[in-house]
């Protein structure tokens, strides 16, 4: 019945695509489906927890919800998207489009990994590079699904840890719409990618061979290319884990094999995350620009105290959007916590002997906790720093580790001793944590984001624009950054992203209110200015015109400063000049060139 309810939601998102721009994907998509939908997860979780008491997990029922949650996840796919993703998500498109012309080497790229998967899967499927790349996000949530519940069976094979593992790893906890999400970018699938390598590791903890081993660093080598910053972050945890583990060994409980395997491994591999980055510039203008902010000085919090403004001007705070993007991580963030401290107190107190297999279930989990103490400290540091993106980008990897420890917690807590009443506690629970998870899958109005949906005719006014565009005119944007359409549709390889802006500058933006509707006076050359299919629909329905309204737009139109010399309907491009009187000539073959094109 699960499956039957989930296919027919599925048929509703496919029959109801999307027709034009949409700011969110959740509005747009029908009623029908989110309660079909809602039915079907409900159904298939009081199917997951029938038979825990027997510890006989409902595989069936798992897969079930983990299909419904995965339907969230791809319905800009299922709804027919253009693309998704006006950011990095573009530049990515480029390059895997460059791997398959074959004017790009993948070994020019620190981390090729998607690029080559989003090509393999185009070459040997009849999809385009387009949605080969939407369909890996949903691969990449799928796995972190079976690993992160695979990886709670390894540690704790009690009543309902699997079950709890699925469900856990359903909250998606490292999706932070700060830099983690569910688009197709390297960072986000190399973080999907951890409780992967972590399943690794534990079996080599158990079986201490050489295959084992082998194929540890194969997965690691894999995270390699997905991201190195991941594969640095994961090799100083299990080194921190390592530590903590041989500090609990001086209170005698702990099998010191263990340890030295521990360590080795992961000096192994931290020896081939330097083999691979030790050329890379990026990362050694990283931490001297860290160095230099730690030296100097900065202000704290800077770009979170913008942010706040920036939302209390759209009628929210920054209360309560952080409420919205992280209730259910506080809710595991406590239990974990509370989880820990116990478990410590109780091994620290345990005389000197042999540990049962619940002890070493507690001490792995706990020093799984205390081994994010250093990730904790860099993540103090980025934020002491105003470094908040990779802020947000440690705090995803801890979060990874929170849904592990978490749901072990939470089954030593509740489950363990099953009876019908904590079922009617833990079920709603759950539900209500899915609920709200599945609210921030995508950027949406909830939490003052929009969708980021790239449309076919924006791009194809982009790729007119492109063609026939003249050498010397630069570009400006409202908020669809020109740039990154250059790279989706001509390469990286083709124009630098400073190449497209005066003196290099990617500002961010045309000045608002197109600085009190004097747009000659704000460009120091002449400029490409294009309002692209989603700007208007921004400014008016989701900023309510915090920095544009519909009296600029129109300016465009009402004024003859700006030249309108392409359109395509929603998709507009304007010729802006100081001195008008000087570029008459270059306007007129701006714009019959763009009528030629159509």
Not at 316 to 323: K, Q, R
Not at 355 to 361: C, I, L, V
Not at 532 to 547: H, N, P, T, V
Request: glycine share 8%.
């Amino acid at each position: 019945m699960c499956f039957v309810l989930s296919g027919t939601a599925a048929a509703i998102a496919v029959r109801n695509g999307a027709i034009g721009y949409e700011i969110d994907v959740y509005r747009s998509t029908p009623r029908s489906f989110w309660l079909v939908l809602a039915s079907s997860i409900c159904a298939s979780t009081l199917i997951a927890f029938s038979r825990v008491e027997a510890n006989e997990p409902n595989r069936l029922a798992l897969v079930a919800t983990a299909y419904s949650v995965l339907l969230v996840v791809s319905l800009p796919l299922l709804r027919r998207y253009y693309f998704v993703g006006e950011g990095d998500m573009l530049t990515h498109l480029g390059w895997t489009r460059e791997l398959l012309a074959g004017t790009r080497s993948a070994t020019d790229l620190l981390y090729p990994a998607v690029h080559l998967l989003g090509s393999a899967l185009a070459q040997t499927t009849a999809l385009s590079v387009r949605r080969s790349l939407m369909l890996l996000p949903v691969i990449f949530v799928g796995l972190f699904v079976v690993f992160v519940a695979l990886v709670v069976r390894r540690i704790d094979s009690t009543t309902g840890a699997t079950t709890l593992g699925v469900f856990f790893a359903l909250f998606l906890l490292p999706v932070n719409h700060v830099t983690i999400h569910v688009e197709p970018s390297p960072r986000n699938f190399a973080l999907f990618s951890i409780p992967f390598v972590l399943f690794a590791v534990l079996l080599v903890l158990i079986e201490r061979t050489i295959r084992t081993r082998l194929i540890a660093l194969l997965l690691f080598a894999g995270l390699l290319v997905f991201h190195p910053m991941y594969t640095v972050v994961l090799t100083v945890f299990l080194v921190a884990v390592a530590v903590v583990l041989w500090l609990y060994q001086s209170l005698g409980p702990v099998d010191g094999g263990s340890v030295g395997t521990l360590f080795r491994q992961s000096l192994l591999l931290g020896g081939c995350t330097w083999v691979w980055i030790r050329f890379e510039n990026v990362f050694a203008n990283f931490f001297s620009g860290l160095l230099f902010y730690v030296v100097e000085g900065a202000e704290v919090a800077g770009d979170v105290s913008q942010r706040g403004s920036s939302v209390a001007e759209v009628g929210g705070t920054l209360a309560t959007l952080f409420l919205k993007l992280f209730s259910v991580s506080l809710v595991v963030g406590l239990v974990v916590a509370v989880f820990t401290l116990e478990r410590t107190l109780a091994l620290v107190r345990r005389p000197s002997s042999r540990t049962t297999p619940d002890g070493e279930r507690d001490l792995l989990l706990s020093s799984f906790v205390f081994g994010l103490v250093p990730i904790g400290g860099m993540m103090l540091l980025f934020l002491v720093t105003n470094r908040t993106t990779m802020f947000f980008r440690f705090a995803g990897f801890v979060m990874v580790i929170f849904t592990i420890v978490g749901a072990v917690a939470t089954g030593r807590y509740v489950v363990s001793s099953v009876s019908l009443d904590t079922r009617f506690v833990l079920v709603p629970c759950l539900l209500v944590l899915v609920g709200l998870s599945l609210l921030i899958v995508h950027p949406s109005g909830y939490i003052h984001q929009d969708t980021e949906h790239v449309t076919e005719a924006d791009t194809t006014g982009y790729e007119l624009v492109f063609q026939y565009e003249q050498p010397t005119v630069r570009h400006d944007h409202v908020r669809s950054h020109v740039s990154r359409y250059g790279h989706a549709i001509n390469g990286p390889a083709h124009r630098d992203r400073r190449d497209y802006y005066h003196d290099g500058w990617r500002r961010g933006g045309s000045p608002d209110n197109f600085a009190s509707q004097d747009l000659p006076t704000v460009y120091p050359s002449k400029t490409y200015l294009t309002i692209s299919s989603a700007d208007e629909k921004r400014e008016s329905e989701l900023y309510d015109g915090f920095r544009f309204t519909e009296d600029d737009f129109a300016y465009l139109e009402r004024e003859t400063v700006a030249h309108r010399v392409h359109t395509t309907g929603d998709f507009r491009t304007y010729y802006v000049a100081p001195d008008r009187a000087d570029d008459q000539e270059e306007i007129f073959s701006a714009t019959t060139t763009s009528s030629r094109s159509g």
